[in-house]
């Protein structure tokens, strides 16, 4: 069974950072891209950021590019979302997915970061 | 970037009802392998969003198949064809092959 879990969320004041890691289970993680993707409070889904396989293609969307960073450890089976300067309009739950020939087949439950003075 | 449009954003359906929902993108979803990249997801009230039809018209695995996809380039349309009461949520549509992926702004479906 796949399984993705997140962690790693809190409440933070504006300008710090935090990283968030997602532990995937039930495949070959290192067979996948993976994409991080946020739902701020009553709103919609945001596509932040994806990596192939290997970590040598990163996108991101253009509100985090400079502030955020993706990335992996295969050999832990773990995606990360390193995010630096953080703003308001950062606080979300976010997802990691599973980023295959099918995008977004497989979703965790999602990590609650709140950015707040 | 590109722009996906969902309509409506609302929609109040009697169980036993079709129900239709049209995701129109502002590009072409067509790769040149052949293949269209338009997802539909659905998230059900605390849950975490749910793959439903990938490639446009794709049942993902255990997604029943009331549930159907159509369209083309940019007009995509997902059907119901009979509502029932565990339908319930929140619907979006994403293009997957422009960077960023987009999503639709959501269409909520309520039971009547």
């Known amino acids: 069974e796949v399984q993705l879990v997140e962690s790693g969320g809190g409440l933070v004041q504006p300008g710090v950072s935090l990283r968030l890691s997602c532990v995937a289970s039930?495949?070959?993680?290192?067979?996948?891209?993976m994409s991080w993707v946020r739902q701020s409070p009553g709103k919609g889904l945001e596509w932040v950021a994806n990596m192939n396989q290997d970590g040598s293609e990163k996108y991101y969307v253009g509100s985090v590019k400079g502030r955020f960073t993706i990335s992996r450890d295969n050999a832990k089976n773990s995606l990360y979302l390193q995010m630096n300067s953080l703003r308001a309009e950062d606080t979300a739950v976010y997802y990691c997915?599973?980023?295959?020939?099918?995008?977004?087949?497989?979703w965790g439950q999602g990590t609650l970061v709140t950015v707040s003075s | 970037d590109v722009v996906v449009t969902q309509t409506p954003l609302s929609l109040s359906v009697t169980p036993g009802q079709p129900a239709s929902i049209s995701c129109k993108s502002s590009?072409?979803?067509?790769?040149?392998?052949?293949?269209?990249?338009l997802y539909w997801y659905l998230q059900k009230p605390g849950q975490s969003p749910q793959l439903l039809i990938y490639e446009v018209s794709s049942r993902f695995s255990g997604v029943p198949d009331r549930f159907s996809g159509s369209g083309s380039g940019t007009d995509f349309t997902l059907k119901i064809s009979r509502v029932e009461a565990e339908d319930v949520g929140i619907y979006y549509c994403m293009q997957g092959i422009h960077l960023p992926y987009i999503f639709g702004q959501g269409t909520k479906l309520e039971i009547k």
């Open positions: 997915a599973r980023d295959g020939i099918i995008r977004g087949d497989y």
């Open positions: 039930g495949f070959t993680f290192s067979n996948y891209w």
């Open positions: 590009q072409s979803l067509l790769h040149s392998g052949g293949k269209t990249f």
